[in-house]
């Protein structure tokens, strides 16, 4: 890796320097696919747009339809357009960037194919200093990945890193299993090609600005990390809602549930990082040791008494930003009888020192009637209520609401006295916004995570154990909804969720912050 001074970029005033990393030639499996289209080659054309691809960085598209490398450019110019955060694409930009862009047509299951991409890696590090250096992602089906792993290893297309030279390194995408058993099972095929630090599983809320920020917010400033317990802290709240349904994806949903899509990775990843000790540094292991260390400390469902502490539910017909929608079971390729849950809300402690007793209340829904995710943090009411007895005045515990997106920002509510002759308070809040104090609009979470794994710093991935140990703690509630003879509980298209999730925490004398 070089470290350089970059051209004065006002985007990026005050960062006298950026990391950038040496010349890989990076292959993308499934280069026909969506995620490529949509937020891939866009990512990547964004960071050459901004300078932070080195000279000479190369990119393979390798799936099968038949194209050539002119076909492929002019595909992913148009998806740029559509796609980039730098969009429209800009002429000089874009004329370099497609220089470094191919096309290998092939079988991922034929090793005739894997022979004609090592040509064309051999034939870049020759005419662009990629050195040997590689990157694949594999934007392909879970199922494939065994076969993808031992046809690379059989072809000799991956190094040691523990011999040196030149690295290689894979990318793999969501999902990491369907269950305990099968993510093992994708780790250990992980591992007979690749090291633990060549495996760079790409969770992409870590790619998100306001999700590292949360690191920021509690290790970088003095005031937050000391009331940052459960002596100060009565609860949290986590909520990734969106308002779209399950589009297209209709048969991966239905082998999902948002329980698999949404709670065992993402909201995983939000936990950990709200919960998690200070690390001991800002390394990858480091980070990550603190993180596992939340997830290891869940505890389990009450067993016998799941729907005390978890809930799910499946949106039914009905409108959403006032468009009359269908119901789940009448999507696209999903059964009209199916009880997969687009909706689910969990009370789940962790039960270490810091946190004892703090309910943490997570949930995430399709067909919400908003597109937020939202964390906040409850305070404990003043310890002695001094303006109790006053007429009319009514306190309400202090919340710090960390808005993931969109409108990305942090809010500090707490009361204060309104102007006038009689005591009264109101609630006011005291806000930060990203776009009013950094005025441009954050790099896509891909972009991030893509230079990240040039770079080689897995910071910002999910690692083996993270993966295993969130899918141990789930297993045995998902192995409970999918044997109990209830549907989930409906909840029209439009509205929070079932009157169910409600109930959860209101038994307990609270209620969900609308975000
Ligand atoms: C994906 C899920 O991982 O995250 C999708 O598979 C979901 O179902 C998406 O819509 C949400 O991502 P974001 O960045 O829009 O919050």
Redesign the pocket.
């Known amino acids: 890796m070089t470290t350089v001074a970059l051209e004065p970029n006002p985007l990026r005033e005050g960062l006298e320097q950026e990391r950038v990393p040496d010349a890989s030639c990076l292959v993308i499996f499934g280069a026909s696919g969506d995620l490529t289209h949509r937020k891939l080659l866009p990512a990547l054309y964004s960071l050459a747009h901004d300078g932070l691809l080195p000279a000479g960085q190369t990119i393979i598209g390798f799936a099968r339809p038949d194209y050539g490398d002119e076909a492929f450019r002019a595909d992913i110019r148009k998806a740029c357009n559509e796609f980039a955060r730098t969009k429209p694409v800009d002429d000089a930009v874009w004329e370099n960037f497609a220089k470094g862009l191919f096309y290998v047509q092939g079988d991922f299951t034929e090793p005739e194919a894997y022979n004609r991409l090592n040509q064309k890696l051999t034939e870049c590090d020759r005419t662009r200093g990629t050195g040997g250096r590689r990157i694949y992602y594999l934007a392909v089906p879970p199922n494939f990945f065994p076969v993808i792993a031992e046809l690379l290893g059989a072809e000799g297309m991956v190094t040691d890193p523990e011999r040196g030279g030149p690295y290689t390194r894979v990318i793999i995408e969501?999902?990491f299993g369907h269950d305990l058993a099968t993510a093992r099972e994708l780790n250990r095929v992980a591992v007979t090609t690749f090291r633990e630090r060549q495996v760079f599983r790409i969770?992409?809320?870590l790619g998100?600005e306001t999700v590292q920020n949360l690191l920021v917010l509690r290790f970088a400033n003095g005031i937050f990390e000391p009331f940052w317990n459960r002596q100060y802290i009565d609860h949290v709240q986590l909520t990734?809602a969106?308002s779209?349904g399950?589009?297209k994806?209709g048969p991966?949903?239905e082998s999902?549930g948002?329980a698999r899509?949404?709670i065992q990775?993402?909201m995983m990843q939000l936990l950990s990082l709200v919960a998690m000790e200070p690390p001991v540094a800002f390394e990858a292991d480091a980070v990550r040791d603190e993180k596992v260390k939340v997830v290891r400390a869940l505890r389990d469902f009450p067993a016998g008494h799941e729907s005390s502490s978890a809930v799910r539910g499946q949106y039914t017909a009905g409108s959403v930003l006032g468009e009359a929608v269908p119901g789940y079971r009448q999507e696209e390729r999903v059964s009209p009888t199916s009880r997969v849950e687009t909706y689910a809300a969990m009370k789940v402690f962790v039960d270490n020192w810091r946190w004892a007793d703090v309910p943490f209340y997570l949930r995430a829904g399709?067909r919400l009637p908003k597109?937020v995710?939202d964390i906040s943090i409850h305070f404990r009411p003043a310890p002695y209520p001094l303006f109790k007895k006053v007429a009319g005045v009514r306190t309400q515990p202090n919340v710090l609401a960390i808005r993931?997106?969109p409108d990305e920002g942090i809010a500090l509510k707490f009361d204060s006295k309104v102007p006038g002759p009689t005591v009264r308070t109101a609630p006011v809040t005291m806000e930060f916004r990203y776009a009013t104090s950094f005025g441009a609009e954050p790099p896509e979470?891909y972009e991030r995570l893509l230079l990240e794994t040039m770079l080689g710093d897995s910071t910002l991935f999910a690692r083996r154990d993270e993966v295993e140990t969130a899918w141990a703690w789930l297993d045995p509630l998902l192995h409970v909804w999918e044997e109990s003879p209830e549907p989930p509980d409906p909840y029209p298209a439009g509205t929070w969720g079932p009157p169910s999730a409600d109930a959860m925490i209101e038994r307990d004398g609270r209620r969900w912050r609308r975000p």
């Open positions: 969501k999902p969770d992409h809320y998100k990734v969106e779209i399950v589009e994806r991966y949903f999902a948002i899509d949404i990775n993402h399709k597109r995710t993931i997106q979470a």
